[in-house]
């Protein structure tokens, strides 16, 4: 039928005219009942192969569909399982970073304090030489004054 878009009226006219001339006037019936059930039989066999080509395939589209469903579920599986490792792993580290920060917190609390002590102890017996030397030289410094009186 694609055929016959492309062929003009005066082709067709021809065409007809040696139909005509071949096989006679009086068989020409004959000729375009042949042809039309040519074409009906050419459609009908057309459209059986068309249904026994998508039956065919029907089940090869149903065994496709399911594999990528298979594969789909597999690779979303696979997915959640290396998001819950990475998070786990993700948690596990974080709680390690955590307990080492607050392990140094307070080993940097302790030294602080240990140093604030020794500071402490160790500037206790300056401040009392200090303080002697202060009440000797005020003591000195009375005694100066008491003698130039």
């Known amino acids: 039928m694609g055929t ?42 057309t459209d059986e192969i068309r249904q026994e080509i998508e039956s065919s395939t029907r089940d090869i589209r149903n065994e496709m569909s399911g ?9 979303s599986e696979i997915k959640t399982n290396i998001q819950n490792n990475v998070d786990d792993l993700r948690d ?3 709680k390690n970073v955590n307990d080492f920060h607050e392990s140094v917190q307070k080993e940097t609390n302790n030294i602080n304090q240990n140093l604030r002590n020794n500071i402490n102890d160790a500037a206790e017996p300056v401040k009392q030489e200090f303080e002697e030397a202060k009440e000797n030289i005020d003591k000195h410094v009375e005694d100066i004054n008491q003698s130039m009186k």
Do not use: C, H, W, Y
Request: glycine letters at 10%.
């Open 92 to 94: 596990t580290v974080q």
């Open 4 to 45: 016959l878009m492309f062929i003009s009226g005066q082709e067709i006219f021809v065409i007809m005219l040696v139909v005509l001339l071949l096989f006679g006037a009086d068989k020409l019936p004959e000729v375009a009942r042949g042809i039309g059930k040519g074409m009906r039989d050419f459609k009908k066999a």
């Open 67 to 75: 594999m990528k469903d298979s594969v789909q579920n597999d690779v």
